[in-house]
């Protein structure tokens, strides 16, 4: 199996979350990858999530509502665990849909409201840190 080569940071839609053009940072530093989430509720066994970020103005403010979700332990880069909600959704990369495990922090003060860690890309990607846009310029021609 062939592995597509990225850059380390690209534009990318997640359909079921209604956010496209997405800009996002490719983490190999990163276990899971993460996403920004402005307002998370926990109520009569679903998540009630509003992706909205007034820096980041693909992030369409709407709610989206999850039956099935998780939470799981986090440690950042600084050594500090953070216990976080985990969503599967999907992600488009180079026109292909692929399955991705997210979890949810606020990143607002943040440059990228999406990391991609290691735990997607392992067996499909190859990050070339020179690249830029690979799959987003791509999708654009």
Same mark, same amino acid.
Not at 125 to 133: A, H, K
């Given at each position: 199996?062939?592995?597509?080569?990225? =850059?380390?940071?690209?534009? !990318?839609?997640?359909?079921?979350?209604?956010?496209?053009? !997405?800009?996002?940072? #490719? @983490?190999?530093?990163? %276990?899971?990858?993460? *996403?920004?989430?402005?307002? #998370?509720?926990? $109520?009569?066994?679903?998540?009630?999530?509003?992706? %909205?970020?007034?820096?980041?103005?693909? /992030?369409?403010?709407?709610?989206?509502?999850?039956?099935? /979700?998780?939470?799981?332990?986090?440690?950042?880069?600084? =050594?500090?665990? $953070?216990?976080? %909600?985990?969503?599967?959704?999907?992600?488009?990369? /180079?026109?292909?849909? %692929?399955?991705?495990?997210?979890?949810?922090?606020?990143? @607002? @003060?943040?440059?990228?409201?999406?990391? *991609?860690?290691?735990?997607?890309?392992?067996?499909?990607?190859?990050?070339?840190?020179?690249? $830029?846009?690979?799959?987003?310029?791509?999708?654009?021609?």
């Amino acid at each position: 199996m062939s592995k597509q080569i990225i =850059g380390r940071v690209d534009k !990318i839609d997640f359909p079921k979350l209604n956010l496209f053009n !997405i800009d996002v940072k #490719i @983490d190999t530093g990163a %276990y899971t990858s993460a *996403i920004h989430c402005s307002k #998370i509720i926990e $109520e009569n066994n679903t998540l009630r999530c509003t992706f %909205y970020s007034k820096g980041h103005p693909n /992030f369409s403010g709407k709610e989206v509502v999850f039956n099935t /979700f998780s939470r799981t332990n986090v440690k950042s880069s600084n =050594g500090l665990k $953070e216990n976080r %909600y985990k969503i599967k959704s999907e992600a488009i990369f /180079f026109g292909k849909t %692929y399955k991705i495990n997210l979890t949810l922090s606020t990143r @607002d @003060d943040m440059k990228f409201p999406v990391l *991609i860690g290691r735990q997607f890309l392992k067996r499909k990607f190859i990050v070339d840190v020179d690249l $830029e846009n690979i799959s987003y310029n791509l999708k654009t021609l």
